[in-house]
């Protein structure tokens, strides 16, 4: 299974919803990654787990909130979001943090409209 | 500092034709570069990697990117395009020392291709 799964592929919230990006892998990597791509631009980090461990936060305001369960799970959750936070929120994982010529595994990513 | 800067945001061939996705860097310390390809609604899918072994990089699909130090490029180029290749290609560096969160991407170059 080289596969990362994000669900769901679309999501439609309005301002005061909460709602949760799940994603999964069972590569066995130990660093998974949060990364939002507007329409037509490169994906720009959010936050890094190594380890299960929240290791980089990339100023991220706090209506995102990242959880990792275990080795397995990545998730987004999200509350009181704004119409600019609309975008592809891509997964993704590699088997370590800390050594940089390493892949990384992306998922197909959850195209998030905010109303 | 690092960064990446992709030449022309689009680019157009004919089926069959050459294709050359141009990429620059700048690094202080010796870049490890990425080529990753996303297709419409996808993640995001390594293409090839470079990480100072032969400058010449041959990756998945039929592309390849040769590192040339001197010209501070990595150029992606493939013989014969086909229409499967119509993707948004992005440009990436990273440096030794550095972690997977300061994966740096360049803005994208869109790859059409027509029949």
């Known amino acids: 299974d080289t596969e990362v799964t994000q669900t769901p592929k679309h999501l439609v919230m309005g301002m005061t919803n909460k709602k949760s990006l799940k994603c999964e892998q069972h590569m066995g990597h130990r660093a998974m990654y949060w990364y939002k791509q507007k329409a037509k631009k490169p994906p720009e980090l959010m936050f890094v787990?190594?380890?299960?461990?929240?290791?980089i936060n990339e100023s991220v305001p706090s209506r995102f909130s990242p959880e990792c369960p275990n080795s397995s799970l990545l998730n987004l959750h999200l509350h009181a979001l704004q119409p600019e936070d609309s975008a592809l929120y891509l997964c993704?994982?590699?088997?370590?943090?800390?050594?940089?010529?390493?892949?990384?595994?992306f998922g197909s990513g959850t195209q998030l409209s905010v109303l | 500092a690092q960064s990446v800067t992709q030449l022309g945001s689009h680019v157009s061939v004919s089926e069959g034709a050459l294709v050359l996705l141009r990429c620059n860097y700048s690094s202080s310390v010796p870049p490890y570069l990425f080529w990753y390809v996303q297709y419409p609604n996808q993640g995001l899918q390594l293409l090839l990697k470079?990480?100072?072994?032969?400058?010449l990089v041959k990756g998945i699909n039929g592309f390849e990117a040769e590192f040339k130090k001197s010209e501070t490029s990595f150029h992606l180029t493939k013989p014969s395009a086909h229409m499967s290749d119509a993707a948004e290609y992005f440009c990436?560096?990273?440096?030794?020392?550095?972690?997977?969160?300061?994966?740096?991407f360049g803005k994208g170059t869109k790859l059409s291709v027509k029949p």
């Open positions: 470079y990480t100072s072994a032969a400058t």
């Open positions: 787990y190594s380890y299960e461990k929240l290791s």
């Open positions: 993704a994982s590699s088997h370590r943090d800390f050594s940089t010529n390493e892949k990384l595994f």
């Open positions: 990436a560096v990273s440096f030794n020392g550095g972690s997977q969160g300061n994966l740096i």
